[in-house]
């Protein structure tokens, strides 16, 4: 080995600090240290592999390869050996990058909303590095496995209350776009941690695509769900009827109230809701259902789908009323899950119709990841909550609280 070929000029380095020139980068002062010493590297490991050959070997000269680095771009001279044994572990065959920190950059930007413009504008303003978007496509497209690993991992056995949720996007197909929607089901775990337990796209909604969810949550270990908080999801009483039959179903209020507001006049929603707010926000069912009654007798003649819907949905839109106040402000809505869908629209807003559904699926799974990072506590007062459910739901929680 020629050990003039790994020598760094710290002179001239120390004179460049001097005259204020970055460390990093492309003309960073340090970018030749990095090569030299990777090379010194590499020709250590072909002295080490000759050493260990049985068979006559010999080295062959050097292949060389433009390294991409945080440090800057380089060319690596790696050196060979006649018998085409060698295989370098520090900068390996067709490896172009130096670490694989370049790749979690760029991931934890796309994460973070990013186009692939503007993270490859990062990456040459910052580090000096030239990545197309093509090449940021298939680095972020690592992900993929990943996120299929996460939709099929096992899952809990019981969840005490899980939520329901769709969100709305747009996917090219067969050179079409197609509207699909994505299902989120978020549910909170035996000691009070949320979880999201899939996401499901579709673009029809039904009895057999919610069979298929549960269907699948099943086969990943869940066998029991307490009580289901949806948004009047077509089809969904008579899937988990099927798969979890003694699970309760509690519609979204708030989804409830927000869809009756489409249908009354704007001069009269002011006091229609002052009304329609007696009825939920009743101590009892039965008061409740009194209040029902009243606002039916106000307004039913002007507005009567609204009034019709609140009474065709009135069983699941009350279950709520039978518990404390700590199970009725969690289960009463499904705006838990509308936190985690608010960083969906924060990575997504700027996107469009997708290419395919392995590209928004991946950057969901990363807003997944974002949410999930601020979910380090239990739900407020969850020991009380928990000991309240086990009552109502007596016997089904108490092999896994070991009552």
């Excluded at 030749?32 to 070997?57: F, V």
């Excluded at 926000?281 to 039965?286: I, R």
């Amino acid at each position: 080995m020629n050990q003039e070929d790994h020598e760094f000029d710290f002179s001239t380095a120390l004179k460049a600090i001097q005259e204020g020139k970055p460390l990093l980068g492309r003309e960073g002062i340090l970018t030749p240290l990095i090569k030299n010493l990777t090379e010194a590297a590499l020709e250590g490991e072909l002295d080490s592999h000759l050493g260990r050959e049985i068979t006559a070997n010999r080295r062959n000269g050097k292949s060389r390869k433009t390294i991409k680095s945080l440090n800057g771009n380089f060319e690596l001279r790696t050196p060979r050996d006649r018998g085409g044994t060698f295989s370098p572990q520090l900068v390996k065959k067709h490896q172009t990058s130096l670490n694989d920190e370049i790749e979690q950059k760029i991931i934890a930007l796309y994460g973070l909303g990013m186009s692939y413009q503007d993270i490859s504008a990062h990456l040459q303003e910052i580090y000096g590095l030239e990545v197309s978007t093509g090449t940021l496509s298939i680095i972020t497209d690592k992900i993929i496995h990943t996120v299929k690993e996460w939709q099929a991992r096992p899952l809990a056995s019981i969840y005490p209350i899980v939520w329901l949720d769709a969100i709305h996007y747009k996917i090219r197909e067969n050179g079409k776009v197609a509207g699909k929607a994505v299902y989120t089901i978020l549910g909170v775990n035996l000691e009070g941690r949320k979880e999201v337990l899939g996401l499901y796209i579709s673009e029809h909604e039904g009895a057999n695509f919610w069979l298929q969810v549960l269907t699948d949550l099943s086969n990943r270990g869940v066998k029991d769900v307490l009580i289901a908080c949806v948004d009047g999801l077509k089809g969904f009483p008579e899937a988990i009827e099927a798969i979890f039959p003694n699970t309760e179903i509690q519609l979204c209020v708030v989804h409830q109230i927000r869809n009756s507001l489409k249908y009354v006049g704007s001069k009269n929603q002011k006091e229609f809701m002052a009304d329609l707010k007696r009825v939920y926000k009743a101590g009892t069912k039965d008061l409740a259902a009194s209040e029902l009654d009243i606002l039916a007798g106000k307004w039913n003649e002007k507005y009567p789908i609204v009034i019709t819907s609140w009474r065709n949905n009135w069983e699941r839109l009350s279950q709520y009323f039978k518990y404390p106040e700590d199970i009725r402000r969690i289960i009463y809505t499904t705006n838990t899950i509308e936190a985690v869908h608010r960083q969906f629209r924060k990575l997504t807003k700027t996107k469009g119709a997708f290419p395919n559904q392995d590209s928004l699926l991946k950057l969901l799974y990363m807003g997944i990841q974002n949410a999930s990072k601020k979910w380090t506590m239990p739900i407020q007062n969850w020991s009380l909550t928990i000991s309240q459910l086990a009552i109502f739901f007596e016997g089904r929680l108490d092999k896994e609280l070991k009552l």
